[in-house]
């Protein structure tokens, strides 16, 4: 079998993209969902949440923002369009739903930044890119959920806007490791720069 690490080496894949001077975390979609015994999107993502907790408390505690990211929709989900046709659970976040509500922790604190969005990628249709850019960020440290969906669309949207997006590998979480570990893989290959925890500790101080 083809090593794939060593065939993505070698065809030049994988350069490191590297902190910037003003990072800042961007939290995507922790919330209920996915930890409720009783929801349909229900993942095994505790160790991930946990991470995520770990990485927003070193953001605040050393100055630097942090930015949650939520999913919600009109009652009927009208405005979820082809991606609330293609996953029909996606109704679990129609606003009201307990199911979208963010956990206790992480959560978003007053005055945090919070995104709405529709879509996988948090810089579809909001005013995200232009936040940060107005905030001069630079970098982002991604945590959250799930990786094979709004972490890598994220991620990917991030490089597109010029922020290097460096992903939180141990506090990203999806509903299988081996697509929580492919798309960490694809991702670092072409995107993003995927990083454990304690590397992303270490960027905040």
């Known amino acids: 079998m083809k090593d794939l690490s060593a065939d993505a080496r070698s065809a030049g894949y994988g350069s490191p993209l590297g902190a910037g001077d003003r990072p800042a975390v961007l939290v995507i979609d922790i919330c209920a969902a996915y930890l409720d015994d009783d929801s349909p999107l229900r993942a095994p993502v505790e160790d991930a949440v946990r991470a995520a907790a770990r990485l927003v408390d070193r953001a605040r505690a050393h100055g630097y923002p942090v930015v949650f990211t939520r999913v919600a929709y009109r009652p009927g989900s009208t405005d979820g369009g082809l991606f609330r046709r293609k996953i029909p659970t996606l109704a679990v976040f129609e606003e009201g739903n307990p199911l979208g509500e963010f956990?206790?922790?992480?959560?978003?604190?007053?005055?945090?930044?919070?995104?709405?969005?529709?879509?996988?990628?948090?810089?579809?249709?909001?005013?995200?890119?232009?936040?940060?850019?107005?905030?001069?960020?630079?970098?982002?440290?991604?945590?959250?959920?799930?990786?094979?969906?709004?972490?890598?669309?994220?991620?990917?949207?991030?490089?597109?806007?010029?922020?290097?997006?460096?992903?939180v590998a141990d506090a990203c979480g999806d509903r299988d490791p081996r697509l929580h570990e492919a798309n960490l893989f694809d991702l670092n290959a072409k995107y993003a720069d995927v990083i454990r925890l304690e590397q992303a500790l270490r960027v905040l101080g």
């Open 103 to 167: 956990l206790d922790d992480p959560a978003p604190l007053p005055g945090e930044a919070v995104i709405t969005k529709q879509y996988p990628s948090a810089f579809h249709g909001t005013a995200l890119a232009a936040n940060l850019t107005a905030d001069r960020i630079d970098t982002l440290l991604i945590a959250g959920l799930t990786t094979s969906g709004c972490v890598r669309a994220t991620a990917t949207d991030a490089m597109q806007h010029g922020f290097r997006p460096l992903v």
